[in-house]
């Protein structure tokens, strides 16, 4: 192997461990992608830029670890061994804005997912996804709407940051603040937030999303202790039930 071979290597390398960096490398060779668009170990994807012209991808993505979104296939393989022909097998995909993908997705050619979409982990994508959707499963299928999806999340979060608390406590640790860095939401809103100094960015990103939040969501207990004193309560109701 040639030391410019070597060197390629490296570099590209280099390049697929920062998702910036695979971003920038994925638009020279002619992907369109997005602002905002975040790839989370860009080193374990599979993206198609045999035929780059052929993939969009939109803003504010979130492709996960492992995912592979394909422009084509080599099913011709097959043709070329029984038939003696070569087929060529490729279309466009094409991926909205805000789409989150979940670990090991596989994206088929020909597919296009709307905006605001959710792709359970370890789902095979065949066909398109409307906009709006929440799909899952091998073939992916949809399986509620987006709106359906945050209205059910808006619901089920609280009780399972009680039942977080609930499993601190019966380990026989008292939970501390620093337990619930992605879990405030119960007992943090824009009247309180600077009590609780979490990195609020890394979730929001933008100070315009913070402050939105900040000005929308209201907390659900006043403040970490009312929270856990509530935790404790219903530990003792279910222990004497």
Same mark, same amino acid.
């Given at each position: 192997?040639?030391?410019?071979?070597?060197?390629?290597?490296?570099?590209?390398?280099?390049?697929?461990?920062?998702?910036?960096?695979?971003?920038?490398? *994925?638009?020279?060779?002619? #992907?369109?992608?997005?602002?905002?668009?975040?790839?989370?170990? !860009?080193?374990?994807?599979?993206?198609?830029?045999?035929?780059?012209? *052929? *993939?969009?991808?939109?803003?504010?993505?979130?492709?996960? /670890?492992? @995912?592979?979104?394909?422009?084509?296939?080599?099913?011709?393989?097959?043709?070329?061994?029984?038939?003696?022909?070569?087929?060529?097998?490729? %279309?466009?995909?094409?991926?909205?804005? @805000?789409?989150?993908?979940? =670990?090991? #997705?596989?994206?088929?050619?020909?597919?296009?997912?709307?905006?605001?979409?959710?792709?359970?982990?370890?789902?095979?994508?065949?066909?398109?996804?409307?906009?709006?959707?929440? %799909?899952?499963?091998?073939?992916?299928?949809?399986?509620?709407?987006?709106?359906?999806?945050?209205?059910?999340?808006? /619901?089920?979060?609280?009780?399972?940051?009680?039942?977080? %608390?609930?499993?601190?406590?019966?380990?026989?640790?008292?939970?501390?603040? %620093?337990?619930?860095?992605?879990?405030?939401?119960?007992?943090?809103?824009?009247? @309180?937030?600077?009590?609780? !100094?979490?990195?609020?960015?890394?979730?929001?990103?933008?100070? =315009?999303?913070?402050?939105?939040?900040?000005? @929308?969501?209201?907390? *659900?207990?006043?403040?970490?202790?009312?929270?856990?004193?509530?935790?404790?309560?219903?530990?003792?109701? /279910?222990?004497? #039930?």
């Amino acid at each position: 192997m040639s030391i410019r071979i070597i060197i390629e290597k490296l570099k590209y390398r280099y390049i697929r461990r920062n998702s910036t960096r695979y971003v920038a490398y *994925l638009r020279q060779k002619g #992907v369109r992608i997005g602002e905002g668009t975040k790839f989370r170990s !860009p080193e374990t994807v599979e993206i198609d830029i045999s035929r780059p012209e *052929l *993939l969009e991808i939109g803003e504010k993505c979130f492709i996960h /670890k492992g @995912n592979v979104i394909m422009t084509h296939d080599w099913c011709g393989w097959c043709f070329i061994n029984t038939h003696k022909e070569f087929y060529p097998s490729h %279309a466009k995909v094409k991926i909205g804005n @805000n789409v989150w993908f979940g =670990e090991n #997705v596989c994206v088929c050619k020909g597919v296009t997912i709307g905006d605001n979409c959710i792709i359970g982990i370890g789902s095979v994508v065949t066909k398109s996804i409307p906009a709006n959707s929440i %799909a899952a499963g091998v073939p992916a299928r949809v399986i509620c709407s987006y709106g359906e999806y945050v209205e059910k999340r808006s /619901k089920q979060y609280v009780q399972e940051v009680i039942e977080y %608390a609930q499993a601190i406590i019966d380990s026989g640790r008292e939970p501390t603040i %620093a337990d619930f860095t992605d879990d405030y939401p119960c007992f943090v809103d824009g009247s @309180n937030y600077t009590e609780y !100094p979490y990195p609020y960015m890394n979730v929001f990103k933008t100070e =315009e999303n913070f402050k939105q939040w900040c000005k @929308n969501h209201k907390k *659900l207990f006043n403040g970490f202790n009312e929270f856990i004193a509530h935790v404790k309560n219903e530990i003792s109701r /279910k222990e004497h #039930v």
